[in-house]
């Protein structure tokens, strides 16, 4: 059996490019040998995304130029699984990871054996969050169960034509001032309308919101992942 046809396409999302390419030397030595770029940038990433329609990525969503909204964009593509590979983080970046949709979580001062393990475990479909990210979360107390992003077709909520249009703005990624601006209304009032926001849809960070906006149909999935050019 080809070895090809059980190797998933990779690419590695890290601005840090020296760990980016020491994790791919140590993916291909063992028989990973499918990663097929490197992003720096989420800009990179997304390119990159389109051209290969990657089966898995390795993401560190806290380097610079990226971010837990990236991990929201991603599942927005269709089919790809994310494995997150950060430094030490606290809990409340632990659960807005897993609330945007992550399948794996393991720190980079892991044992490489068992991030190679992480990686072919969620490209087989399965959860995997490395010894020290499960300390983590039982020590805060965390509830992996209750992590569901916000269903966007609970027909409790109730919003807003103000409310979705804030939404909409929210996912586009326009910030509080600016979307001020654009709804010509005061700042306080953008705040006022996050915070309702927030609280109709049970949520507690902006990534739900994002994935609700998507996933309901707010913003199309090619306006939310490439509207924004700065």
Do not use: W
């Not at 990779?10 to 490197?38: E, K, P």
């Not at 996912?171 to 705040?191: D, M, R, W």
């Not at 309308?193 to 927030?198: A, K, T, V, W």
């Amino acid at each position: 059996m080809s070895l090809n046809k059980v190797t998933p396409r990779i690419i590695i999302a890290d601005s840090q490019q020296l760990i980016a390419c020491g994790l791919h030397a140590t993916l291909r030595s063992h028989g990973l040998d499918q990663v097929v770029g490197n992003a720096r940038s989420e800009e990179e990433l997304f390119e990159l995304v389109d051209h290969f329609s990657p089966e898995l990525i390795i993401l560190d969503f806290v380097a610079d130029g990226f971010s837990v909204e990236t991990i929201v964009k991603l599942k927005a593509k269709g089919r790809i699984r994310i494995l997150a590979l950060t430094d030490a983080q606290r809990g409340s970046t632990l659960v807005n990871a897993l609330r945007a949709g992550v399948d794996g979580y393991v720190k980079k001062d892991c044992d490489l054996q068992e991030i190679v393990e992480a990686v072919k475990e969620t490209h087989a479909g399965r959860k995997f969050f490395c010894g020290q990210v499960l300390e983590t979360i039982r020590k805060e107390g965390i509830d992996l169960e209750s992590l569901n992003v916000v269903d966007p077709d609970c027909m409790g909520v109730s919003l807003s034509k103000r409310e979705l249009e804030v939404i909409r703005l929210i996912a586009e990624g326009f910030t509080n001032p600016q979307i001020s601006e654009k709804l010509f209304v005061s700042p306080h009032t953008v705040t006022t309308h996050r915070r309702n926001i927030l609280q109709k849809l049970g949520a507690n960070n902006t990534a739900a919101v994002v994935m609700y906006a998507v996933q309901s149909g707010l913003v199309s999935p090619n306006k939310f992942l490439f509207g924004q050019k700065h």
